[in-house]
């Protein structure tokens, strides 16, 4: 592992009560950042499985802790700019700055275009891209006022690259992502603000065994095998959210500080076919 050093930096990580988020807030605390915890911390109705609660963010929190780091666990619904706005407001109140944005927070169901209801389309949309440029757009005017650089870093996917039956709301988030990433990085390239996104194939998290529970393994295998192999899927095979995290922390880095308008794959090869 890379040792970076986050050291005096804050991370403001969304979706961070679990999965994904969980990871890239413990990874950024042991290199030496104090982390913002967010999450909604209850479900959403026409999403099918459990999502966060209260008690998984304040584990998040503790395990920051537990790595020397001070943490600051906000509740917080994406999908809400004036809760967005608070959430950054109070961070910086809190620590006098924010140097990291990791947008992560995101939900995956299912149902077919012509079958889908709008509430459906509008929780996705509202929580895997108009979340991620709410989050980007208030902690993007802090980077500005500051005047001193910063990172963003959001969760796209291997379906912001292709099409997949059954999941047309959220590969339109996907790809929607990327676009906003691009223009992120033009946006604020003039104040030394990095922007760019990750794209993870089938990950070992609470959302993705939560989908199969809900729908099973083969409405699962058959959405796959539109982007790539099947066997991504099997028993051992699957991406941990640490490979991931593994990209934020590269991407948050001076290592990258030439890197930004880019969607870096870690897929597996999953997009190569």
């Not at 006098?96 to 459906?120: K, P, W």
Request: proline share 3%.
């Amino acid at each position: 592992m890379v040792n970076y050093d986050f050291s005096g930096q804050v991370a403001f990580v969304t979706g961070a009560g679990h999965g994904q988020g969980e990871s890239h807030a413990e990874h950024y605390a042991k290199h030496g950042a104090d982390v913002v915890v967010t999450d909604i911390c209850e479900n959403i109705d026409t999403n099918p499985y459990d999502m966060s609660t209260s008690t998984e963010l304040e584990e998040t929190a503790s395990a920051v802790e537990n790595h020397g780091q001070e943490a600051l666990m906000i509740e917080m619904d994406v999908r809400d700019e004036d809760q967005v706005e608070a959430a950054v407001d109070q961070a910086v109140d809190h620590f006098g700055h924010v140097d990291i944005l990791a947008n992560n927070a995101g939900i995956f169901n299912a149902t077919d275009m012509t079958e889908m209801d709008e509430q459906m389309w509008d929780d996705m949309i509202d929580t895997n891209l108009k979340g991620v440029w709410l989050c980007a757009k208030h902690v993007g005017q802090h980077f500005v006022e500051r005047g001193d650089g910063g990172k963003i870093i959001s969760t796209t996917s291997t379906a912001g690259f292709t099409g997949a039956p059954g999941n047309g709301h959220y590969v339109a988030t996907k790809h929607g992502v990327r676009g906003l990433t691009k223009t992120l990085a033009l946006e604020l390239a003039e104040y030394d603000v990095n922007v760019n996104a990750v794209a993870p194939t089938g990950m070992d998290t609470p959302m993705i065994s939560g989908y199969v529970e809900s729908y099973g393994d083969e409405l699962l295998e058959e959405t796959m095998a539109m982007t790539g192999p099947a066997n991504v899927f099997e028993p051992g095979e699957m991406l941990q959210p640490k490979e991931i995290s593994e990209a934020y922390m590269w991407l948050s880095s001076d290592a990258a500080r030439y890197v930004t308008g880019t969607t870096l794959k870690v897929d597996a090869g999953m997009t190569a076919k």
